[in-house]
């Protein structure tokens, strides 16, 4: 797996955008903009556990932050940004490694009738 593979279609290898792969979730599906295939992702247990991590690191973030803002600083909204902020960055770098490193599947018409 190279370092830059990023989130294609399993049918036409296009490009799946960044907006449209961060959308999707174990129950949804899109659709590829040069062939028009279904596509829904295949790990779905690992995404779980993504989002499962990414959320406990945002709140433990946010708490920590408006925590340590408060006891060292005196500014409860200044270390709750902060942790609001770190947060985002984390966010994002999840969603950065789950579309370099996805799985996807193309839906067949026989599965969905």
Known sequence: M??????CCP??????PFKKFVQLNNY???NCETCHARI?????TAN?????????VSAASMVLGAYIGARDFE???GGLLAGVAFSFLMMVAICRY????????????????
């Open 2 to 7: 190279s370092k830059n593979q990023i989130a």
């Open 11 to 16: 049918g036409c290898g296009g490009r799946i």
């Open 28 to 30: 949804s599906v899109t």
């Open 40 to 44: 829904e992702i295949s790990n779905r």
């Open 48 to 56: 779980a556990v993504m989002a499962a991590v990414s959320g406990i």
């Open 75 to 77: 500014s409860l909204i």
């Open 98 to 113: 789950a579309y370099r490193h996805s799985q996807l599947n193309r839906i067949h018409l026989e599965r969905i009738l």
